[in-house]
């Protein structure tokens, strides 16, 4: 089945650090690709998305790049501040002809930025 | 717009009990999720619902989880009876009709079983 495999965390970053999140996956077919955030004590948020090969999402300085060829999707971003910190979740959803449009999501990455 | 709205925030109970969960998705939305997540791990899909039929539930444990979204609006997840097992955040999503890419998520109710 689908599957969806992230670095560990927490990552503890400096603030304006540069920031990567590996993120990798197994899924059947060509799924769609998603960075979703959840900051404390908030819902879960979409960052970013990239819907086929090559295409890159970007939003709020983060990016990441669908890689067929290495079935990646890592989210950078350049330059990292406090109001970063948060879990990163990277997930993917494969369609379908039934229907079935859930996400398939990784374990997330806690990212704590220090001043 | 108002986001997806879940109640309660937070709930303990005791193994055996039964607990209800509901979640009222952005007006206009056809589809809506319900996920489990158990801490430390990504969210899980338990049930879709398109309007108010079920699309996909085959990870609901069906023994002991139900769930239903009667007039194709507000939906209600039940665990009866509950486990230590289903102590974990309760997601519920949404998502509008079309070729859309973005769940849209509410807050969660956070379950304690003790």
């Known amino acids: 089945g689908d599957s969806v495999t992230q670095m560990e965390g927490p990552v503890t970053l400096s603030e304006e650090a540069f920031l990567t999140i590996n993120c990798t996956y197994t899924a059947t077919g060509y799924p769609s690709l998603f960075w979703y955030v959840q900051y404390p004590g908030e819902g879960l948020q979409l960052l970013l998305k990239a819907t086929k090969a090559d295409d890159k999402g970007s939003n709020k300085g983060f990016e990441a790049t669908y890689r067929k060829e290495t079935t990646s999707f890592h989210l950078e971003k350049g330059s990292v501040q406090v109001s970063d910190s948060a879990v990163y979740f990277c997930a993917l959803r494969t369609p379908v002809d039934t229907g079935r449009r859930a996400l398939t999501f990784g374990s997330g990455t806690r990212l704590q930025v220090q001043p | 717009e108002a986001g997806v709205a879940q109640s309660p925030r937070y709930k303990i109970i005791e193994k055996r009990q039964s607990v ?70 309760y997601l519920c999503a949404s998502e509008p009709r079309g070729p859309s890419y973005e769940q849209y998520f509410g807050p969660g109710t956070r379950l304690t079983v003790t």
């Open chain 2, 20 to 89: 209800a969960f509901w979640c009222n998705p952005i007006s206009g939305h056809a589809t809506l999720y319900w996920y489990q997540q158990i801490l430390g791990q990504g969210p899980k899909l338990l049930i879709q619902f398109q309007n108010n039929g079920v699309v996909d539930d085959s990870q609901l444990p069906k023994d002991r989880f139900s769930a239903e979204r009667l007039k194709g609006v507000d939906s209600t997840l039940k665990i009866q009876p509950a486990k230590l097992e289903d102590s974990a955040v």
